[in-house]
């Protein structure tokens, strides 16, 4: 976990980590109280039957929501949630910045595209809110 944690802190040194813990994934994060890895396959399965909802572009995210990565051949590879959202308003642009669990390497709280390359890039944001 320490060679990880300086490997990820030379790649990504604005990344702050939060737990150097290795019993759960990113979807084990998020979905399972940090208990254990639940399989990226189950996305499609745990987002419909929790009610998420794809932002429409007009939306603005906010904190709770959860950001899905894809990878190159665009299948879901990772998930995050948002903790932070500020707006930007001179570029009219929003900074977002989340919590992750990379792969077994621990969580990292980082800006919305700092992840390891293996991870994806953020392509999605969900949410549970019921109002647009």
Known sequence: MLEALELHRR?????????????????????????????????????????????DE?????????????????RPSHVAQIIR????IARAEHHVEVVSQWGRDGEYIHKIADV????GAPAEIWTERSFP
């Open 85 to 88: 959202v500020d707006l930007d």
């Open 58 to 74: 007009s939306e603005a995210p906010m904190p709770g929501d959860v950001v899905l990565y894809r990878d190159r051949h665009h």
């Open 11 to 55: 790649d990504h040194p604005d990344a702050m980590v939060r737990s150097l813990v290795s019993t759960h994934n990113c979807m084990g994060l998020l979905f399972a109280s940090r208990r254990t890895l639940v399989d990226m396959d189950q996305w499609d399965l745990i987002q419909a039957d929790d009610g998420y909802r794809k932002l």
């Open 116 to 119: 390891p390359f293996l991870l």
